[in-house]
């Protein structure tokens, strides 16, 4: 497989580190049927559906706008994911490529969660030192991952070329292609392995493992 020369690898969190792929199916189905819907998304449809922005996965999913409240249902899944956390688990690859590449590479971590809460999660986890950057959502209405990272690079002296996106979303590739770095997917997260191979530039994994014999 194609070596990918880099200094800098930005994770995303959820989906790619954390696994919560299950809570958040079950979250959601609570919500709709608490709303009156049917409550019936399997994990296939979920992989199908999960996109950016939310609401349009929402809407996917079988709520009605404006009748149903996005901002309350929003606030209501944070908090029902947050109370959930402490037993969600990191996938089990993770503490050990974080070990190969400390000291290696720059080590970011950027997330569509809240900047405080992010920093909280990766402490939870134990993983929050291994990262030389930790880089939320300063507004989760009002801000996106693509603004966040155009913030932080535009203050940043480096070739952005040599800086690795690694996600489980389209919407990761999406960022990197902003910024212009390279852009790797990771399909065991919220997306369907299907869906991500059509992401243009992308290479697509099974695992953060694989990333020790490919990022030099």
Same mark, same amino acid.
Not at 191 to 195: D, M, N
């Given at each position: 497989?194609? +070596?990918?020369?880099?200094?800098?690898?930005?994770? #995303?969190?959820?989906?790619?580190?954390? #696994?919560?792929?299950?809570i958040c199916l079950r979250l959601l189905n609570e919500m709709?049927? =608490?709303k009156g819907h049917p409550g019936n998304i399997d994990k296939k449809k979920y992989l199908s559906i999960f996109t950016f922005p939310v609401i349009d996965y929402y809407a996917e999913s079988g709520f009605h706008f404006p009748e149903d409240d996005f901002p309350a249902l929003a606030k209501e899944f944070d908090q029902n994911y947050r109370n959930a956390f402490p037993s969600l688990p990191l996938f089990p690859d993770v503490k050990d490529v974080l070990t190969f590449f400390k000291g290696k590479k720059k080590l970011i971590v950027l997330s569509a969660t809240k900047q405080e809460n992010l920093e909280e999660e990766l402490k939870i986890k134990g993983i929050y030192d291994f990262f030389d950057n930790v880089i939320g959502i300063?507004?989760?209405?009002?801000?996106?991952?693509? %603004? =966040? %990272?155009k913030e932080y690079f535009s203050k940043q002296k480096q070739?952005?070329? +040599?800086?690795?996106?690694?996600? #489980?979303?389209?919407?990761?590739?999406?960022? %990197? +292609?902003?910024?212009?770095? %390279? &852009?790797i997917l990771i399909a065991r997260g919220h997306? &369907? +392995?299907?869906?991500l191979l059509k992401a243009e530039g992308a290479l697509v994994l099974d695992s953060l493992k694989e990333l020790e014999a490919i990022l030099i």
């Open positions: 497989m194609k +070596k990918i020369t880099c200094d800098t690898i930005v994770f #995303d969190f959820n989906g790619t580190l954390i #696994d919560d792929l299950d709709l049927i =608490e300063k507004d989760i209405f009002g801000r996106s991952k693509i %603004a =966040e %990272a070739d952005l070329s +040599k800086v690795v996106f690694v996600g #489980d979303t389209l919407h990761d590739n999406e960022v %990197a +292609k902003e910024i212009g770095g %390279a &852009s997306q &369907s +392995k299907e869906r």
